[in-house]
């Protein structure tokens, strides 16, 4: 299916994360660490860093990046996996050893 002059190829990554709040300020320097490097990628248009209370002793993170297309992100989560890889930083265990809940996914807008 074409897409439409209407459409875009533009992709967002939304990932969610509920987390302690004793775990929220090291979680927040990887998100930054991160974010950083994901500035600096070919077709980066802008990202969101979101918080929300949630419960008595977490909050819910959210990050939000807009992608010029699939092509775009799918590099940059090469070079998101490279800096991991880099820095020794296994994501599984260090949500694990946080106790965060993660939601992650890529999302296309819908036109209507």
Partial sequence: MENSPLQSDKVYRLDRFIVPASARAEFLARVHDTHNL??????FIQDFLLESPHGDDSVLLATLVEWRDQRALAD??????????TSGLDVQKLLHRLGIEAEI???????T
């Fill in 105 to 111: 996914g890529n999302y296309k807008s819908v036109q």
């Fill in 38 to 43: 994901l500035r600096a990628q070919p077709g």
């Fill in 76 to 85: 940059a989560r090469a070079a998101v996996a490279r800096l991991h890889h």
